[in-house]
């Protein structure tokens, strides 16, 4: 099996342990599929969810990820059986303190640069899972009065067993890209409840074409990430031909870095998406037409043509990593603001700032998600703007946001990928740091120029 793993990673230009977990990640959608034809009540197909979880886990990584997995899990349902009152809060400090210091034994960012991988991103999707368990289940203790409409819908009266809890942290391998999702919506699809109850008054659930058109987007997405690749390495920020291109091509050059790297991701998302609608987990509900049809957002991680072509940074969460920025937003970025007072930097900054944490300790990290609140700040500014005007002023200032986020964006973008300081700061100061000077500018002119409200156009009287 060795030898045909290597001559297969070969053949595509990949190391042994990534096509591993290639193999074993596509293996998610037949699994996925198996799902449905398992007999038995929901307690049957909680074992087997959690149980091919494990067995995809331990192909991909080895028998010590189990064991990884285990730590997170077994503090979390302690901390939910013992410490009711506060176990969200100790299951977000505990999960968050183990991955972080997998994050540095492991320092798995370079690995993943060199070609490896170990079960580090996995353990990152199954935390977040645990934690958002844990304080739903917090939530349930709590007067409805003064909860919010997500807590209301998530929050969980009754404590999970250990068979659902164990099939909700590694069902059939959604841990190893996620989407991450509400450990409510899994019960309620195990049992067949809620949305997932069958009904006559409905038209039957057809997985197929949703499917089809999540491993279509994966397959060209796969395609053009390797066609692109070779083209715009990340080694080059430090070579001196790099330092010999005028300022625009600098530029241009971190914009394709950035796109060429969003691809991978494009496709790792469409394949766990086409996995998440193969086992019926990502029905989301039915449009509101006269011929109803099945809507499967709930598996959608990523907007494409969102994040391409976004008219203004704030809606790029809406689009990027759709589900872990929901999660952010729902266990993070509310939970910052005091009640009857609106959000601002901080709360912002805050959430970014767990992002980064969540995602690793390398500065580049830190640095891109400190980068990303000022961008939606600044962002956030010219929109202010542009709703203050009209006609033409109005247009260009639209122009300008769009604009705006493709440049930030991408040059923000080369920290998440190069991971070091020196790399970072090196590829920053190649275009004069203009993707950072540019929003503090913005931030800091939104404080001095308000923005004007446009006028009313007068009633005519008859």
Not at 258 to 282: N, P, Q
Not at 393 to 420: C, D
Request: with cysteine.
């Amino acid at each position: 099996m060795e030898l045909n793993l290597e001559s297969m990673a070969s053949a595509i230009g990949l190391s042994v342990p990534v096509m591993r977990f290639l193999l074993c990640f596509i293996g998610t959608m037949p699994v996925s599929l198996i799902w449905r034809l398992v007999p038995g009540g929901p307690m049957v197909k909680h074992i087997y969810a959690g149980a091919t979880g494990a067995a995809l886990s331990y192909f991909s990584f080895g028998f010590s990820s189990n064991l990884h997995f285990l730590v997170p899990m077994f503090l979390g349902y302690v901390s939910m059986v013992a410490f009711r009152r506060h176990c969200g809060l100790l299951t977000f400090l505990s999960g968050f303190g183990y991955l972080i210091g997998c994050h540095v034994y492991y320092m798995s960012g370079d690995a993943w640069k060199e070609g490896g991988i170990d079960a580090t991103g996995a353990l990152m999707v199954l935390v977040l899972k645990v934690i958002s368990c844990a304080i739903n289940y917090n939530d349930g203790i709590l007067k409805e009065e003064d909860l919010r409409e997500s807590q209301k819908k998530n929050r969980l009266i009754k404590l999970p067993s250990l068979i659902e809890y164990f099939g909700y942290c590694l069902c059939c391998g959604s841990h190893f890209a996620g989407p991450v999702y509400e450990v409510k919506d899994y019960l309620d699809w195990s049992e067949g409840k809620g949305i997932y109850a069958y009904s006559d008054k409905k038209p039957t659930k057809s997985a197929f074409g949703a499917t089809v058109k999540a491993l279509f987007q994966a397959a060209i997405c796969l395609g053009l990430y390797m066609y692109l690749t070779p083209y715009f390495p990340l080694s080059r920020f430090l070579e001196p031909v790099y330092q010999e291109y005028s300022f625009l091509r600098r530029l241009s050059y971190q914009y394709m870095c950035g796109f060429t790297a969003r691809w991978k991701y494009y496709f790792i998302w469409s394949i766990s998406e086409a996995s998440m609608v193969i086992c019926g987990l990502g029905f989301s509900g039915w449009t509101n037409s006269e011929s109803p049809k099945a809507l499967w957002d709930r598996a959608k991680n990523v907007d494409i043509l969102g994040v391409e072509f976004a008219k203004t940074a704030a809606q790029l969460p809406l689009a990027w990593n759709i589900q872990v920025s929901t999660w952010l937003r729902h266990y993070v970025y509310e939970r910052l603001v005091q009640k009857g007072k609106r959000p601002g930097f901080f709360q912002l900054l805050a959430t970014q700032t767990v992002s980064a944490v969540w995602h690793g300790l390398y500065p580049g990290y830190l640095i891109f998600f400190v980068q990303s609140a000022l961008m939606i700040a600044g962002s956030r500014a010219i929109y202010r703007w542009q709703q203050g005007t009209v006609g033409l002023v109005k247009n260009i200032l639209a122009l300008s946001n769009i604009a705006y986020t493709v440049l930030v964006l991408n040059y923000s973008a080369v920290g998440f990928m190069v991971l070091s300081l020196h790399e970072t700061i090196v590829a920053y100061g190649s275009v004069h740091f203009i993707g950072t000077i540019i929003p503090i500018t913005l931030i800091l002119l939104g404080y001095v120029i308000k923005p004007s409200r446009p006028s009313k156009p007068k009633s005519r009287k008859d």
